[in-house]
């Protein structure tokens, strides 16, 4: 039996389809791409050891840096996202405005582009590892896309909910972290967990950057067997896997969140 | 500071404008302690706005709002101490849908004023069990029927033990056969000498309760009596139309 309820969600331009928790049949889209990445690794691996299992062995160290990447620009994305968010929201001119700008500034250009000023304008003036200043550079221009999110998931919330907070007595801010962000959670972490997948394909860019992630590794066995093909077959299978798996733990994630609806 | 001839709400030539509406038109309106004032009208008349004024969720374009001695208006004061004076009543009830029925109640009193958990926790029951629901303390909001969203709201504002409780509307979102249980709990509330200020079309309630009605039309007060008065001479002449509309 299923009951129609109005469901709020995020249009997101990017990263995967998240599966619907509600969905409980086997066979789905998801499935067969995870059966069909495992499968050809698998595959590959037994049938072809050589070059394929030594692709294989070879890319882990990638994989540790795509991660390491991809959570450190989110850690700090959270933050930069929700202030710009606020600041999206705010009723104050000077700091919307602000806000604004900055969004309008990052969707403007394409994000590589964005990598590349970014890095070199903080070479001039700081030596930073690579590894840091990629993390930066990510994590300023998907602090404007997360900005995005969290102002469309705090939008959302009801205006009677922050007024019966504030004629509690509780000041903006309580309102905000007790009562509506609780709330907002809710619909903002699917496309969150959407933007983390982005991220997370994105980083990929970062190879340009000298950041030896899991596409850069790749390149660098290709570029000494000469099998260019094999290498980045065994990488794209590696990034369906992890975005595979990742869109998976969204949806559970999002099930868990939604304890207090009606049964 | 406040003795039975200082009225606790003193609203003084208040005006508001939404661009080119007038919604408040030099309204005044003293309210004593214990005092319950229910305000009617017809719809866009001004109600809901001149109630959220007295608790600033509308800021008022000229006048001044005065309640318990404070200016509500005056930066100096901290509103959200003179709102924890003032319970509020929605007509879409507004419970956190994110805490528990008890939840709701006790994270006002915890927060802002520092009850201690147990002790929070101790009165809410006892508010639920006044407002009649015990039993559902511990459910979520989403598993209660409207009348019983509507008795946890009023808990709720009560846990803070304000001196005013402003209603606005609070049984029109609600069911035929869920009104009453809302009203009984209202007019336990005004047997107990709450000061109540309520924005309402329960012409039975008014009749009941009120000690003055307030009728109300574009903005501006137009008549103000006992419920006596009201239902046996209306003067003005859209109040009699207003009234023979509704009754
Ligand atoms: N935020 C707002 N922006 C613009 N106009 C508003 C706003 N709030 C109220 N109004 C207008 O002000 C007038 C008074 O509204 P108010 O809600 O106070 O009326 P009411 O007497 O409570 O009516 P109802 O019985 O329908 O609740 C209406 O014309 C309404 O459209
Ligand atoms: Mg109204």
């Known amino acids: 039996m299923t009951v129609e309820k109005k469901e709020i969600r995020i249009a997101v331009t990017d990263g995967m389809l998240i599966p619907s928790s509600k969905d409980k049949s086997f ?83 394409p994000l590589l582009v964005q990598l590349f000023f970014i890095y070199f304008a903080l070479g001039e003036f700081v030596q930073l590892p ?7 550079a990510m994590s300023v221009c998907y602090g404007a896309y997360m900005g995005e999110v969290f102002r469309a998931g705090i939008d959302a919330i009801d205006k009677g909910q922050t007024e019966a907070a504030r004629s509690l007595g509780f000041n903006p801010r309580q309102t905000m972290f007790l009562v509506v962000l609780p709330q907002a959670w809710r619909t903002i ?75 | 500071m406040t003795n039975a001839n200082t009225p606790i709400i003193q609203i003084r030539n208040v005006y508001k404008f939404f661009g080119q509406l007038t919604a408040l038109n030099d309204v005044c309106l003293d309210i004593q302690p214990g005092e319950k004032v229910v305000v009617i009208g017809p719809s866009g008349s001004g109600k809901s706005t001149m109630l959220r004024s007295i608790n600033r969720l509308e800021t008022v374009d000229k006048g001044s709002i005065i309640v318990d001695g404070k200016d509500v208006n005056d930066p100096a004061n901290d509103i959200n ?24 109640l006790t994270m006002a009193p915890t927060r802002l004023k520092k009850v201690p958990k147990d002790e929070a926790e101790a009165t809410a029951l006892s508010l639920l069990k006044k407002v009649g629901i015990s039993d559902k303390a511990h459910v979520y909001p989403s598993n209660l029927s409207g009348g019983q969203k509507q008795r946890v709201a009023i808990a709720r504002a009560l846990a803070m033990q304000p001196k005013i409780m402003l209603f606005d509307e609070p049984t029109s979102a609600l069911d035929p056969e869920m009104i009453g249980e809302v009203l009984d709990v209202m007019v336990n509330l005004a047997r107990e000498g709450m000061t109540m200020v309520c924005v309402t079309h329960e012409m039975g309630f008014a009749r009941e309760v009120a000690d003055r009605i307030v009728f109300m039309d574009q903005g501006q007060i137009l008549e103000v009596g006992t419920p006596d008065h009201f239902f046996t001479n209306p003067e003005h002449p859209r109040l009699q139309k207003f009234l023979e509309q509704i009754l």
Not at chain 1, 242 to 260: D, F, G, Q
């Open chain 2, 81 to 104: 101490a003179i709102r924890q004076e003032l319970g509020m009543v929605f007509q879409s009830f507004n419970l956190f849908p994110h805490r528990t029925v008890i939840g709701n």
């Open chain 1, 189 to 263: 972490l699917p496309p969150v967990g959407n933007e983390f997948i982005a991220l997370l394909k994105d980083s990929s860019l970062v190879s340009i950057l000298a950041v030896s992630e899991l596409l850069r590794r790749g390149r660098e066995y290709a570029s000494v067997t000469f099998e260019y093909f094999e290498a980045y077959l065994m990488v794209a299978l590696i990034y369906l896997c992890i975005t595979l798996l990742m869109s998976k733990a969204v949806s559970i994630m999002e099930a868990r969140l939604n304890y207090y609806d009606e049964r």
């Open chain 1, 27 to 109: 066979v789905s889209a998801w499935m067969i791409s995870l059966c069909i990445a495992v499968g050809s690794i698998l595959f590959l691996c037994i049938t072809k050891p050589k070059p394929y299992y030594e692709i294989l062995k070879f890319l882990p160290d990638g994989i540790l840096i795509t991660f390491e990447v991809t959570i450190a620009s989110i850690i700090v994305t959270i933050p930069i996202g929700l202030i710009t968010g606020l600041g999206r929201l705010s009723k104050n001119k000077t700091i919307n405005l602000i806000a604004s700008t900055y969004v309008e500034i990052i969707r403007g250009i």
């Open chain 1, 130 to 136: 690579d590894l840091t200043a990629a993390i930066i």
